[in-house]
């Protein structure tokens, strides 16, 4: 399926996707408006930070993979992280320049709610198995309709986000004898071990499995 509108997507971000949705261009619209808002470019190294508002067990995350690709602010580098309020929110952060916001609209949102692509998602349908005709229309949708229509955009002069220095010290896990770097490792009775040997518990795994 082609796509055309506002925005031009590049083929290769729908192919790293993998299917044709409507959250990965808002994504790629909250990157290319933050970008602009604070006067940067793709980055390439480790100039800025992504935060999406995204949490896990709804479906609108996909809007994560269009903000990272237009940005460059990727998980594997770092830049990207989760804040999980629940919200359609994306921040770009450049130190030293400012953060901005971009939400999509609740009216927006409503909007959006009544395309019959969610008819199908709502029943478990996979987005690559909905109609192309019905996909089609909500990708149209996000693709042309205007700025102002779509998101709120905001200046967050307080925002401030960091990460611990990286390093490359690690040690090896008295029991499975695999590497751990070194802010990982617990010890017990004065020996180092990794997670899993330690079994030690991890809030925050609990959390994105659901059981907290
Ligand atoms: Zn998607
Ligand atoms: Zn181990």
């Known amino acids: 399926m082609t796509t055309s509108g506002k925005?031009?997507?590049?083929?290769?971000?729908?192919?790293?996707?993998?299917?044709?949705?409507?959250?990965?261009?808002?994504?790629?619209?909250m990157g290319q408006i933050?970008?602009?808002?604070?006067?940067?470019?793709?980055?390439?190294?480790?100039?800025a930070f992504g935060l999406?508002?995204?949490?896990?067990?709804?479906?609108q995350t996909c809007m994560i993979?269009?903000?990272?690709?237009?940005?460059?602010?990727?998980?594997?580098?770092?830049?990207?992280?989760?804040?999980?309020?629940?919200?359609?929110?994306?921040?770009l952060f450049v130190p030293g320049k400012g953060a901005i916001r971009v939400y999509l609209k609740s009216e927006f949102q409503?909007?959006?709610?009544?395309?019959?692509?969610?008819?199908?998602?709502?029943?478990?349908?996979?987005?690559?198995?909905?109609?192309?005709?019905?996909?089609?229309?909500?990708?149209?949708?996000?693709?042309?309709?205007?700025?102002?229509?779509?998101?709120?955009?905001?200046k967050l002069p307080d925002f401030t986000f960091s990460r611990p220095k990286g390093s490359f010290a690690k040690m090896k896990c008295s029991k499975c004898g695999e590497y751990v770097f070194e802010r990982y490792v617990r010890m017990v009775d004065g020996k180092p071990e990794c997670i899993p040997c330690s079994d030690y518990n991890q809030t925050w795994v609990n959390v994105l499995k659901g059981m907290q």
């Open 34 to 47: 933050a970008m602009r808002e604070l006067g940067i470019s793709h980055i390439g190294d480790h100039g």
């Open 65 to 91: 993979d269009g903000f990272m690709a237009v940005t460059g602010c990727t998980y594997g580098k770092l830049m990207m992280e989760r804040l999980n309020y629940g919200k359609v929110a994306c921040i």
């Open 110 to 154: 409503d909007e959006l709610g009544k395309q019959e692509f969610f008819v199908y998602r709502k029943k478990g349908i996979e987005p690559s198995q909905v109609p192309a005709d019905v996909v089609k229309k909500v990708v149209d949708l996000v693709m042309n309709a205007s700025e102002s229509d779509m998101f709120k955009i905001e």
């Open 52 to 59: 999406s508002e995204m949490g896990v067990g709804h479906p």
């Open 7 to 29: 925005v031009e997507i590049p083929q290769w971000v729908w192919d790293f996707h993998g299917h044709i949705c409507p959250f990965m261009p808002i994504g790629y619209r």
